[in-house]
Nanobody, 122 residues
Framework: QVQLVESGGGLVQPGGSLRLSCAAS????????MAWYRQAPGKQRELVAT???????NYVDSVKGRFTISRDGAKNTVNLQMNSLKPEDTAVYYC????????????????WGQGTQVTVSS
């Protein structure tokens, strides 16, 4: 049973920092990519940052230079270091893992964490 457990959300003042972590358990044959999404009230879920099996990272323009995604392959964890936070970063952040759980899986599956609230406010 694949499970993603997130931690690290909370309330922070503008300009502050937070670090989100996501631990994936349950066993994977191969993880193709790990990512963070976010969803603000009344808005669609958007991709914030992603890191692939080969180590390529991508960010949405609004967080470039402020957020850093990192992955510990040995531990199947992915982190999101968020600096210089702004009120518009307020959202529920979701961990996403795209993986094949078994050698016999023809294509990868998207797995999701439960979400962690990040609130940036003075």
């Amino acid at each position: 049973q694949v499970q993603l457990v997130e931690s690290g959300g909370g309330l922070v003042q503008p300009g502050g920092s937070l670090r989100l972590s996501c631990a994936a358990s349950g066993g994977f044959f191969v993880i193709h990519a790990m990512a963070w999404y976010r969803q603000a009230p009344g808005k669609q879920r958007e991709l914030v940052a992603t890191t692939t099996l080969s180590g390529i990272t991508n960010y949405v323009d609004s967080v470039k230079g402020r957020f850093t995604i990192s992955r510990d392959g040995a531990k199947n964890t992915v982190n999101l270091q968020m600096n210089s936070l702004k009120p518009e970063d307020t959202a529920v952040y979701y961990c996403n893992v795209r993986a094949r759980a078994s050698f016999y899986d023809a294509s990868p599956t998207d797995y999701w964490g439960q979400g962690t609230q990040v609130t940036v406010s003075s």
